[in-house]
């Protein structure tokens, strides 16, 4: 078990840098568009 979740953790970690920035920039527009622009309104 160990063994397969480093091959893939192996396999995929040049991917993982693009993700973890797409999921930081969803949050970032979640944040903005429910805290942001209400008060521009």
């Given at each position: 078990?160990?063994?397969?979740?480093?091959?893939?953790?192996?396999?995929?970690?040049?991917?993982m840098l693009?993700?973890?920035?797409?999921?930081?920039?969803?949050?970032?527009?979640?944040f903005v568009?429910?805290?942001v622009l209400?008060?521009?309104?």
């Amino acid at each position: 078990m160990l063994k397969e979740v480093k091959a893939v953790f192996a396999h995929s970690s040049a991917t993982m840098l693009e993700d973890a920035i797409g999921t930081v920039a969803i949050f970032a527009l979640l944040f903005v568009g429910l805290h942001v622009l209400p008060n521009f309104v």
